[in-house]
């Protein structure tokens, strides 16, 4: 079974700074996706950005960006020029590629705090 | 595009009755939805997978009998908690999924917060 953990119950930043986010997972297998979801207060799920596993490019949206290390099975979030409205908790998820198995698996969750 | 609702957004029942939660995808046909529950300051956890026309799958030990699943067409999916108890309450969330290849993406209801007095 597949493991995704994040150490860091919680993290604070500067506005206008950066802030990296860590995660770690554990697979047997070769081909997956890994996502960052954003949850605010409204608890409204946000997908945040997506990898590919096959894709060694890293993934980029905006102001976030992951570091995608599949040898080490690493997948770390980064936060750049960080914004107030980015408080909430943040959330690493795997999903297999196997279409039969598509459950997605979340890790504890980072809850990020951003100081004005 | 890709919204997913929730109904209700808010519940509370009392001990011993059912409640049920509907979840639709509004812009979009999901043949696969996915029912989470999270517990205050914890994470998700998946309950259940429920296909469009066939039975949930339930994930260990998530007693089906009492999370009964329904997905009777391709826009609506509905979870009802039997009998609750107070150990019921918590967060309700489901997702659906949208598209047919390798590369679907999964969007989320707002969730449902159930209350057992």
């Known amino acids: 079974a597949q493991t995704v953990t994040q150490s860091q119950p919680e993290m604070s930043v500067q506005e206008a700074e950066t802030v990296t986010l860590s995660c770690t997972y554990d697979?047997?297998?070769?081909?997956?996706?890994l996502f960052w979801y954003k949850q605010p207060p409204s608890r409204q799920m946000i997908l945040v950005i997506r990898?590919?596993?096959?894709?060694?490019q890293n993934a980029t949206e905006n102001r976030f960006s992951v570091n995608f290390q599949k040898a080490a099975k690493s997948f770390s979030l980064k936060i750049s020029d960080s914004q107030l409205g980015d408080a909430a908790m943040y959330f690493c998820?795997?999903?297999?590629?196997?279409?039969?198995?598509?459950?997605?698996?979340f890790g504890t969750g980072t809850r990020l705090t951003i100081i004005p | 595009g890709a919204v997913v609702s929730q109904h209700p957004s808010w519940v509370i029942c009392k001990s011993g009755t059912s409640v049920k939660i509907e979840c639709r995808s509004l812009?979009?046909?999901?043949?696969?939805m996915f029912w989470y529950r999270q517990f205050p300051k914890q994470s998700l956890m998946l309950m259940a997978t429920?296909?469009?026309?066939?039975?949930?799958?339930?994930e260990q030990g998530v007693e089906k009998d009492k999370f009964l699943i329904n997905h009777a067409s391709l826009t609506l999916s509905t979870l009802t908690v039997t009998s609750a108890h107070p150990e019921d309450s918590s967060f309700y969330i489901c997702?659906?999924?949208?598209?047919?290849?390798?590369?679907?993406?999964?969007?989320f209801g707002p969730g449902t917060r159930l209350t057992v007095t």
């Open positions: 997702s659906a999924r949208m598209g047919t290849s390798g590369t679907y993406e999964q969007y």
């Open positions: 429920s296909n469009e026309g066939s039975k949930a799958t339930y």
């Open positions: 812009d979009f046909q999901a043949t696969t």
């Open positions: 697979t047997s297998e070769s081909d997956y996706y």
């Open positions: 998820a795997y999903r297999s590629a196997d279409f039969g198995n598509e459950k997605l698996t």
């Open positions: 990898q590919e596993a096959y894709k060694q």
